[in-house]
């Protein structure tokens, strides 16, 4: 799995989860999480999957997750996890000396 993710000013996490395995799905706790989670994922059948005008072989799923337990990413997939943690950046974060300071 690569793993990438973000958090903008307003304190919205943005995580995405590739799954590069042909044959394994994760599982994941993902710690801290408060907040329900919008998740995004796109995915096919197999990894040889397309999408022509007669037929759609990958496709975008989104959902809801309630942030609680462990989270499943599927084989062969991409997905986009965000949620707000309910503070912004700058309640986090203090910059101090050019350092990022907690």
């Known amino acids: 799995m690569d793993v990438s993710a973000a958090v903008n000013e307003e304190g919205v996490v943005s995580c995405v989860v590739v799954n590069i395995s042909e044959e394994k799905e994760f599982e994941v706790e993902l710690k801290d ?6 998740v995004y994922e796109i995915t096919g059948a ?4 397309v999408n022509t005008k007669e037929k759609e072989g990958v496709w975008l799923k989104d959902r809801k997750w309630d942030g609680k337990g462990l989270f499943g990413f599927k084989k062969h997939s991409m997905t986009m996890l965000r949620w707000h943690t309910g503070k912004t950046i700058s ?4 910059r101090h000396n050019g350092l990022l300071m907690r």
């Open 91 to 94: 309640e986090v974060l203090t």
């Open 46 to 49: 197999d990894v040889k999957a």
């Open 33 to 38: 999480v408060e907040s329900d989670v919008e």
